[in-house]
Nanobody, 125 residues
Framework: VQLQASGGGLVQAGGSLRLSCAASGRGAFSRSAMGWFRQTPGKEREFVASINWNSGSTDYAESVKGRFIISRDLAKNTVSLQMNSLKPEDTAVYYC??????????????????WGQGTQVTVSS
């Protein structure tokens, strides 16, 4: 499975960006959820949001709740992250990830077995 993330960039505080992640390859359609994580230098990669691939139910980190929206397109096999009201502290490399069918919790990195290459998001103050 290959995950290709796109949509990062530079934006001013208060602005918006939309990240997308496309899954391809053998097994690309078999998963329990997809998620977004982010990482800044010297820090652990942290959970941002996840979406259950079957039910569509979503989960968000407290720091982004009410500002970010995760969604999926079953036909295109993609997951997106709409980021609104961006803050400088949202600056990070954002990674998409895919969890295998047997995963049941989606806030932990260990639940995911495939990762995208990361896309940089920079929010200026």
């Amino acid at each position: 499975v290959q995950l290709q993330a796109s949509g990062g960039g530079l934006v001013q505080a208060g602005g918006s960006l939309r990240l997308s992640c496309a899954a391809s390859g053998r097994g690309a359609f078999s998963r329990s959820a997809m998620g977004w994580f982010r990482q800044t230098p010297g820090k652990e990669r942290e959970f941002v949001a996840s979406i259950n691939w079957n039910s569509g139910s979503t989960d968000y980190a407290e720091s982004v709740k009410g500002r970010f929206i995760i969604s999926r397109d079953l036909a295109k096999n993609t997951v997106s992250l709409q980021m609104n009201s961006l803050k400088p502290e949202d600056t990070a490399v954002y990674y998409c990830a895919s969890a295998p069918p047997w995963a049941r919790t989606f806030r932990e990195k260990r639940s995911y077995n495939y990762w995208g290459q990361g896309t940089q998001v920079t929010v200026s103050s």
